[in-house]
């Protein structure tokens, strides 16, 4: 079964410069404060992980799980996606994989429109309804959450930036 979560937000930076700084985000810091979720150790965005299929990383969690965290697909500038999968632990038992897609596309010089969407692949359908009762309005919530600041902080760091330079 296959639950989509979809958010977006326009910021008001130029995607040359904005794409960066979402490539290289943390992408499980959306799911830091779920209770089920146990807390990651390591990061999984690395300047080098430029090239999809080569870079997979394993993520280590606090109760001593693992997953693999890889790269799908890079457009520079227009899109990436990346997949969390294989994970040991039995709390994600009910969950496949989970696969982040975002894309960006310019309005004007100076704005951007970021989509996210994420998928997540459940292993049957009761662990959809599982997830449908228990977790998808925290997790869309923290989706949007984490778009809308991000862009936010981004937008912030860029209107120093600017006024430094000047």
Known sequence: M???LH???KISVPVCEVFPHFFTFNLLK???DLW???KFLSPTFKNNFSKPGTGDYIVYFDDDS???YQLLTLKPDISFSTQINDFS???FIGLEFVECHFSFSE???VKTNIQLKCVFKLRSRFWGLLFKTLAIKKTHRNLDTFLIQTAKEYEQFSLIKNK???
């Open 164 to 166: 430094n330079v000047l």
């Open 2 to 4: 296959i639950k989509d």
């Open 36 to 38: 089920y979720v146990p």
């Open 89 to 91: 632990s039995i709390r």
């Open 66 to 68: 693992t997953a693999r």
């Open 30 to 32: 959306v799911f830091e």
């Open 107 to 109: 309005q004007g010089e």
């Open 7 to 9: 958010s977006f937000v």
